[in-house]
C-alpha cells in the first residue's frame, strides 16, 4: 500500500501499538516520526530497506544526518518550517529532492511530504513519508532523450512536419519550413498567424480550403497537390497530406507532411509535352496502334485502329485490354492463331513478332508487337501496330517490288532538339553506325563525324535549318569502329503549332557502295573508250599489217623464183667458159663481189622470214586487241577462258615483259564458263597488272620475275590463278585490298578501283569468289573461281 500524495493518514494511525506497527510495515513508502530536535521517533520496514539502516539503528537519528547538504536541502528546510517556535499556516508540505543518503554512503532521489502532528503524540511533531523516485527519474530522463530523438529525426527529415488547428493555425511546424517556403519558424508559427494560407495560389485555395474542412468535419482524407508563394516570391508546387484530426485539451488538431514536388511537376509538364508530339505523330501515321501496360491496360490507341476494327465508341472508353481483345477476336478469320500468338507474347514479355492476320471482311494486315523498355531493360508493356496490307496483297508483283527496295535500301532516322542533341535514333542508325542508342543520346550530333566533319557543308546544313528550310545532301559520316562511310540524308524542322522549331528530323542513307560503284562505273567508262580506241586502232593496224604480210610473201616467193633463175645463169656462165667475151665475164665476177652476192644469197631469205614473223605478231597482237576490247552483249556468254586468258596476256605484254617472265599453265579441256568476257578479260588484266608492279617494286634492274596464271577444273567450277614473285601484302592492310579506292601506290599511279571492280565482277555479277594468299618478300596468289553454269540456268547474280 502507497500514501496518497495528497494526504497522509491520520495520527490514529500512528499510535505505538503493535498493531499498528504492523501496520506501518505493510506500508511501501518509507515513513517516519520526527521530534522537535529533528530525529527520529519511530520508522516502518519500508523506511530502513531504502536507507540501510535497521530500525533500531535509524530510532534516534537525526534526521539532517541522512540528508546531502551539498546537493538539496529541500526535506530539511522544510522540516524546519514546521518547527515548534515557527509554525507554519500550513499543515502539510510536499516536494521532490535528491537527498536521501543511504547507509553506504549512496544518495537517491526521493519524492516526500511532511505533515505536522497536533496536537503532538508523544514526542513526534512531524511525520514524513518518503518515495524512492529513482525509476521515475530515468523514466523522465528516457522520455527527454526520446522526444529529443524524435526533434532531430524531423529536423531531418526532407518533408515539412505540421500540426495545426481547425483554422489552419500552426502549433508545431518542423525546421525544414524555411528552407522550403523562405520563412522563418517564427514567423510562419507566430500565434494565430495563418501565414501559410495567405500565401496559397488563388486557383488553388477553394479546392485545398475545401479538403481541409472536410479533414475536420467529415474525416475526409487529405491529400492536395497546389502552389505556394515562397517569401522570394516564387511559385513552387507541394504535396501536403494529413491524418485523422485528434484532440488535445478540447481542440481538434491535424498532423500533416508537406513536400515540394516542383522537380516532379516540371517533369510531368516535360512529359506530357513528349507525350502530345508522340500522340501527334501516333494520330497521324496510316497503322493503328495500341500500347498496354504490363498490368494489362491500355494505355495509349490512336484513331486508325479504330477504324481498321470499326471499334465501338463505348469500348474506346474501356481501359482494360481484356475487352477490346474479347471484341478484336471476333473479326478475325483464325481466331485460334491470334490469340495463341497474344498469350505466347503477353508470356514471353521479352520478345518481338511480326506476322499478318486476315479478317473475316477481307482485310489483310500487318500485325507487329514488340516490348516496350527502358535503357537499363526494365518491361513496362507491350506496342502493338496494325498495318493495312490489303492492296498490297492483290497486286504482288509490285508488293516483291516494294519490300525489295525497301528491304535494300537501309534508312536511318534520327532526331535531335534544336540544340543538336540527339534525341532519337532509330534501329537502322544503329545498324549502320555500330552506335548503340544509348551511346549517342543526348550528344551533339556533329560530334559522331567530327573527324570527317566538312565546316562548310554544316555551315550551310545548319543555315538552311534554322531558317525552317529542308535541307538535302551528302557527307561523309564515321562509324564507331572508325570506318568512314558516306551518307544522302534529307534533313527536315520540326515545329510547333507557334512556328517554334522543336526538333530536327533526318532521313539518311548509306550512299558508300554507290559512290564506290559511281566511282567504278567512270573507271570503266575510262576502260571503254581506251577499248574502243584500241578497236579502232586494231582495225587501222589490220589493214596495212595484211598488206605488208601479203607483200612479204610475194618477195619471198618472188625471191625463190629468182634465186633459181640466178643459179642458172650462174652455171650458164661458167659452163660457156671461154665462150663468153672475158670482160664480160670480168663484169659479172665483179659484179657479184660488188654485191656481195653470197651475202645476199643467205640473208635476204631470213630477212624475209623474220619480218614474216613480226608481222604475224603484230596480226596476233590486233587480233588479242580486238578480241579484249570487243564490247559484251547483254547476256552472259559460254566462254573459252583459256582463249579469252591468253588474249589478255597478250595485251599485257608490255606491263609484264621489261620485269617478268610469264608462264602459261593451262588446263587442257577446261570446261566453258557462262559469264561476261569483257568482264572477266578486265579481272585477269588488273591482277597481271598488279603481279607485274609489285614484281617490279623487289627487282633490281636487269633482273626479272616470275608471273605464272594457271587454269584448273574445280568441282562445279574453274579456277584462275595469278602467282607473282613480288614483295607480298602486308598483314595490316590485307583486310582491306578489296575496298574502293584503297591503293598503296603512289598518287597519280593507282585508282584503288582495281580489286573493287574485281570482287564486284566475280562476287556480285557472277556468284564466284576471289581470294589471296600472300607472303611477304615471297609473292602474292590470287584465285578466282568462278561457276561452270548451262546457259539456261546462268542469272546474274
Same mark, same amino acid.
Not at 474525416?219 to 508563394?229: A, D, H, I
Not at 588479242?624 to 583459256?642: G, R
Given at each position: 500500500?502507497?500514501?496518497?500524495?495528497?494526504?497522509?493518514?491520520?495520527?490514529?494511525?500512528?499510535?505505538?501499538?503493535?498493531?499498528?506497527?504492523?501496520?506501518?510495515?505493510?506500508?511501501?513508502?518509507?515513513?517516519?516520526?520526527?521530534?522537535?530536535?529533528?530525529?527520529?521517533?519511530?520508522?516502518?520496514?519500508?523506511?530502513?530497506?531504502?536507507?540501510?539502516?535497521?530500525?533500531?539503528?535509524?530510532?534516534?537519528?537525526?534526521?539532517?544526518?541522512?540528508?546531502?547538504?551539498?546537493?538539496?536541502?529541500?526535506?530539511?528546510?522544510?522540516?524546519?518550517?514546521?518547527?515548534?517556535?515557527?509554525?507554519?499556516?500550513?499543515?502539510?508540505?510536499?516536494?521532490?529532492?535528491?537527498?536521501?543518503?543511504?547507509?553506504?554512503?549512496?544518495?537517491?532521489?526521493?519524492?516526500?511530504?511532511?505533515?505536522?502532528?497536533?496536537?503532538?503524540?508523544?514526542?513526534?511533531?512531524?511525520?514524513?513519508?518518503?518515495?524512492?523516485?529513482?525509476?521515475?527519474?530515468?523514466?523522465?530522463?528516457?522520455?527527454?532523450?526520446?522526444?529529443?530523438?524524435?526533434?532531430?529525426?524531423?529536423?531531418?527529415?526532407?518533408?515539412?512536419?505540421?500540426?495545426?488547428?481547425?483554422?489552419?493555425?500552426?502549433?508545431?511546424?518542423?525546421?525544414?519550413?524555411?528552407?522550403?517556403?523562405?520563412?522563418?519558424?517564427?514567423?510562419?508559427?507566430?500565434?494565430?498567424?495563418?501565414?501559410?494560407?495567405?500565401?496559397?495560389?488563388?486557383?488553388?485555395?477553394?479546392?485545398?480550403?475545401?479538403?481541409?474542412?472536410?479533414?475536420?468535419?467529415?474525416?475526409?482524407?487529405?491529400?492536395?497537390?497546389?502552389?505556394?508563394?515562397?517569401?522570394?516570391?516564387?511559385?513552387?508546387? =507541394?504535396?501536403?497530406?494529413?491524418?485523422?484530426?485528434?484532440?488535445?485539451?478540447?481542440?481538434?488538431?491535424?498532423?500533416?507532411?508537406?513536400?515540394?514536388?516542383?522537380?516532379?511537376?516540371?517533369?510531368?509538364?516535360?512529359?506530357?509535352?513528349?507525350?502530345?508530339?508522340?500522340?501527334?505523330?501516333?494520330?497521324?501515321?496510316?497503322?493503328?496502334?495500341?500500347?498496354?501496360?504490363?498490368?494489362?491496360?491500355?494505355?495509349?490507341?490512336?484513331?486508325?485502329?479504330?477504324?481498321?476494327?470499326?471499334?465501338?465508341?463505348?469500348?474506346?472508353?474501356?481501359?482494360?485490354?481484356?475487352?477490346?481483345?474479347?471484341?478484336? =477476336?471476333?473479326?478475325?478469320?483464325?481466331?485460334?492463331?491470334?490469340?495463341?500468338?497474344?498469350?505466347?507474347?503477353?508470356?514471353?514479355?521479352?520478345?518481338?513478332?511480326?506476322?499478318?492476320?486476315?479478317?473475316?471482311?477481307?482485310?489483310?494486315?500487318?500485325?507487329?508487337?514488340?516490348?516496350? =523498355?527502358?535503357?537499363?531493360?526494365?518491361?513496362?508493356?507491350?506496342?502493338?501496330?496494325?498495318?493495312?496490307?490489303?492492296?498490297?496483297?492483290?497486286?504482288?508483283?509490285?508488293?516483291?517490288?516494294?519490300?525489295?527496295?525497301?528491304?535494300?535500301?537501309?534508312?536511318?532516322?534520327?532526331?535531335?532538339?534544336?540544340?543538336?542533341?540527339?534525341?532519337?535514333?532509330?534501329?537502322?542508325?544503329?545498324?549502320?553506325?555500330?552506335?548503340?542508342?544509348?551511346?549517342?543520346?543526348?550528344?551533339?550530333?556533329?560530334?559522331?563525324?567530327?573527324?570527317?566533319?566538312?565546316?562548310?557543308?554544316?555551315?550551310?546544313?545548319?543555315?538552311?535549318?534554322?531558317?525552317?528550310? #529542308?535541307?538535302?545532301?551528302?557527307?561523309?559520316?564515321?562509324?564507331?569502329?572508325?570506318?568512314?562511310?558516306?551518307?544522302?540524308?534529307?534533313?527536315?524542322?520540326?515545329?510547333?503549332?507557334?512556328?517554334?522549331?522543336?526538333?530536327?528530323?533526318?532521313?539518311?542513307?548509306?550512299?558508300?557502295?554507290?559512290?564506290?560503284?559511281?566511282?567504278?562505273?567512270?573507271?570503266?567508262?575510262?576502260?571503254?573508250?581506251?577499248?574502243?580506241?584500241?578497236?579502232?586502232?586494231?582495225?587501222?593496224?589490220?589493214?596495212?599489217?595484211?598488206?605488208?604480210?601479203?607483200?612479204?610473201?610475194?618477195?619471198?616467193?618472188?625471191?625463190?623464183?629468182?634465186?633459181?633463175?640466178?643459179?642458172?645463169?650462174?652455171?650458164?656462165?661458167?659452163?660457156?667458159?671461154?665462150?663468153?667475151?672475158?670482160?664480160?665475164?670480168?663484169?659479172?665476177?665483179?659484179?657479184?663481189?660488188?654485191?656481195?652476192?653470197?651475202?645476199? #644469197?643467205?640473208?635476204?631469205?631470213?630477212?624475209?622470214?623474220?619480218?614474216?614473223?613480226?608481222?604475224?605478231?603484230?596480226?596476233?597482237?590486233?587480233?588479242?586487241?580486238?578480241?579484249?576490247?570487243?564490247?559484251?552483249?547483254?547476256?552472259?556468254?559460254?566462254?573459252?577462258?583459256?582463249?579469252?586468258?591468253?588474249?589478255?596476256?597478250?595485251?599485257?605484254?608490255?606491263?609484264?615483259?621489261?620485269?617478268?617472265?610469264?608462264?602459261?599453265?593451262?588446263?587442257?579441256?577446261?570446261?566453258?564458263?557462262?559469264?561476261?568476257?569483257?568482264?572477266?578479260?578486265?579481272?585477269?588484266?588488273?591482277?597481271?597488272?598488279?603481279?607485274?608492279?609489285?614484281?617490279?617494286?623487289?627487282?633490281?634492274?636487269?633482273?626479272?620475275?616470275?608471273?605464272? #596464271?594457271?587454269?584448273?577444273?574445280?568441282?562445279?567450277?574453274?579456277?584462275?590463278?595469278?602467282?607473282?614473285?613480288?614483295?607480298?601484302?602486308?598483314?595490316?592492310?590485307?583486310?582491306? #585490298?578489296?575496298?574502293?579506292?584503297?591503293?598503296?601506290?603512289?598518287?597519280?599511279?593507282?585508282?584503288?578501283?582495281?580489286?573493287?571492280?574485281?570482287?564486284?565482277?566475280?562476287?556480285?555479277?557472277?556468284?564466284?569468289?576471289?581470294?589471296?594468299?600472300?607472303?611477304?618478300?615471297?609473292?602474292?596468289?590470287?584465285?578466282?573461281?568462278?561457276?561452270?553454269?548451262?546457259?539456261?540456268?546462268?542469272?546474274?547474280?
Amino acid at each position: 500500500m502507497t500514501v496518497p500524495s495528497n494526504s497522509l493518514p491520520s495520527l490514529d494511525d500512528f499510535r505505538p501499538a503493535a498493531e499498528l506497527s504492523i501496520v506501518l510495515d505493510t506500508i511501501v513508502d518509507a515513513i517516519c516520526g520526527i521530534d522537535a530536535d529533528g530525529r527520529v521517533t519511530f520508522c516502518n520496514k519500508a523506511f530502513a530497506e531504502i536507507t540501510g539502516y535497521s530500525k533500531e539503528e535509524a530510532i534516534g537519528k537525526d534526521l539532517h544526518s541522512l540528508l546531502q547538504p551539498e546537493r538539496s536541502d529541500g526535506i530539511a528546510r522544510s522540516s524546519s518550517e514546521f518547527a515548534p517556535t515557527n509554525l507554519p499556516p500550513v499543515s502539510e508540505v510536499h516536494g521532490m529532492d535528491e537527498c536521501l543518503r543511504r547507509k553506504d554512503g549512496s544518495s537517491f532521489p526521493v519524492e516526500y511530504w511532511i505533515r505536522r502532528v497536533e496536537p503532538p503524540v508523544g514526542v513526534t511533531i512531524l511525520v514524513v513519508a518518503i518515495r524512492d523516485v529513482t525509476e521515475l527519474q530515468k523514466a523522465k530522463e528516457g522520455l527527454r532523450e526520446s522526444q529529443e530523438k524524435f526533434r532531430r529525426i524531423l529536423a531531418r527529415m526532407p518533408e515539412v512536419t505540421w500540426t495545426a488547428d481547425r483554422q489552419r493555425r500552426l502549433s508545431y511546424v518542423s525546421p525544414k519550413i524555411e528552407a522550403m517556403l523562405g520563412y522563418t519558424k517564427v514567423e510562419i508559427h507566430s500565434p494565430r498567424s495563418q501565414l501559410w494560407i495567405s500565401q496559397i495560389h488563388a486557383e488553388d485555395f477553394g479546392e485545398v480550403h475545401q479538403a481541409y474542412c472536410d479533414l475536420f468535419e467529415k474525416g475526409s482524407p487529405y491529400e492536395q497537390e497546389y502552389r505556394v508563394r515562397r517569401k522570394d516570391g516564387a511559385w513552387i508546387w =507541394v504535396y501536403d497530406r494529413a491524418v485523422t484530426p485528434h484532440e488535445e485539451n478540447g481542440e481538434l488538431y491535424a498532423d500533416g507532411f508537406l513536400s515540394d514536388i516542383t522537380e516532379r511537376k516540371q517533369a510531368e509538364a516535360a512529359l506530357q509535352s513528349q507525350t502530345a508530339f508522340l500522340e501527334a505523330q501516333v494520330n497521324s501515321t496510316i497503322d493503328g496502334i495500341l500500347v498496354v501496360d504490363r498490368a494489362g491496360q491500355r494505355r495509349l490507341s490512336n484513331e486508325r485502329l479504330a477504324q481498321l476494327f470499326q471499334i465501338p465508341p463505348e469500348l474506346l472508353s474501356e481501359k482494360e485490354d481484356r475487352k477490346l481483345l474479347q471484341y478484336v =477476336v471476333t473479326l478475325i478469320k483464325n481466331p485460334k492463331s491470334f490469340l495463341e500468338k497474344v498469350n505466347y507474347l503477353y508470356r514471353h514479355p521479352d520478345k518481338t513478332s511480326r506476322d499478318e492476320i486476315e479478317l473475316t471482311n477481307g482485310m489483310i494486315l500487318d500485325r507487329y508487337s514488340s516490348p516496350v =523498355v527502358d535503357k537499363s531493360g526494365v518491361y513496362y508493356g507491350r506496342i502493338w501496330t496494325f498495318h493495312d496490307i490489303t492492296e498490297r496483297r492483290k497486286s504482288e508483283d509490285a508488293l516483291q517490288q516494294l519490300s525489295l527496295a525497301v528491304e535494300q535500301s537501309p534508312v536511318s532516322v534520327v532526331i535531335t532538339d534544336p540544340m543538336r542533341k540527339i534525341t532519337y535514333v532509330n534501329r537502322k542508325f544503329t545498324e549502320s553506325t555500330g552506335y548503340t542508342a544509348k551511346e549517342v543520346i543526348g550528344k551533339d550530333s556533329q560530334e559522331l563525324n567530327e573527324a570527317q566533319c566538312n565546316t562548310a557543308v554544316f555551315q550551310n546544313l545548319w543555315a538552311t535549318l534554322e531558317q525552317g528550310k #529542308v535541307w538535302r545532301g551528302e557527307f561523309c559520316n564515321t562509324k564507331k569502329n572508325g570506318e568512314s562511310f558516306w551518307e544522302t540524308a534529307t534533313i527536315t524542322p520540326i515545329t510547333n503549332l507557334k512556328g517554334t522549331i522543336t526538333h530536327y528530323l533526318a532521313v539518311k542513307e548509306d550512299i558508300t557502295e554507290r559512290r564506290a560503284l559511281e566511282g567504278q562505273l567512270r573507271h570503266a567508262q575510262k576502260l571503254e573508250g581506251i577499248g574502243q580506241l584500241a578497236a579502232g586502232i586494231a582495225h587501222e593496224i589490220n589493214t596495212p599489217t595484211q598488206f605488208v604480210t601479203d607483200n612479204l610473201t610475194f618477195l619471198r616467193d618472188s625471191w625463190n623464183a629468182t634465186y633459181e633463175l640466178l643459179e642458172q645463169y650462174r652455171k650458164a656462165a661458167q659452163a660457156a667458159g671461154q665462150a663468153f667475151p672475158s670482160a664480160v665475164l670480168h663484169e659479172l665476177h665483179q659484179a657479184e663481189e660488188d654485191c656481195d652476192l653470197p651475202f645476199i #644469197v643467205s640473208e635476204v631469205p631470213r630477212a624475209i622470214e623474220q619480218s614474216l614473223e613480226g608481222a604475224g605478231r603484230v596480226a596476233k597482237i590486233v587480233h588479242a586487241m580486238k578480241e579484249f576490247s570487243h564490247p559484251d552483249s547483254a547476256d552472259k556468254t559460254a566462254t573459252d577462258l583459256n582463249k579469252t586468258i591468253d588474249s589478255t596476256i597478250t595485251v599485257a605484254r608490255n606491263e609484264w615483259k621489261y620485269v617478268s617472265e610469264l608462264v602459261k599453265d593451262f588446263e587442257d579441256n577446261l570446261p566453258a564458263v557462262v559469264c561476261y568476257p569483257g568482264d572477266i578479260n578486265q579481272v585477269v588484266l588488273n591482277l597481271i597488272v598488279n603481279a607485274a608492279h609489285t614484281i617490279k617494286e623487289k627487282v633490281r634492274d636487269g633482273e626479272k620475275g616470275q608471273i605464272t #596464271v594457271r587454269t584448273r577444273k574445280r568441282s562445279d567450277c574453274v579456277e584462275i590463278s595469278v602467282t607473282d614473285t613480288g614483295k607480298g601484302i602486308p598483314e595490316a592492310i590485307r583486310n582491306r #585490298v578489296f575496298d574502293p579506292f584503297f591503293t598503296t601506290k603512289e598518287v597519280g599511279k593507282g585508282t584503288g578501283q582495281g580489286l573493287a571492280l574485281a570482287y564486284t565482277v566475280v562476287v556480285k555479277k557472277h556468284g564466284g569468289k576471289i581470294w589471296f594468299e600472300s607472303e611477304v618478300e615471297k609473292g602474292t596468289t590470287f584465285f578466282v573461281t568462278l561457276p561452270t553454269l548451262s546457259l539456261d540456268s546462268s542469272e546474274e547474280a
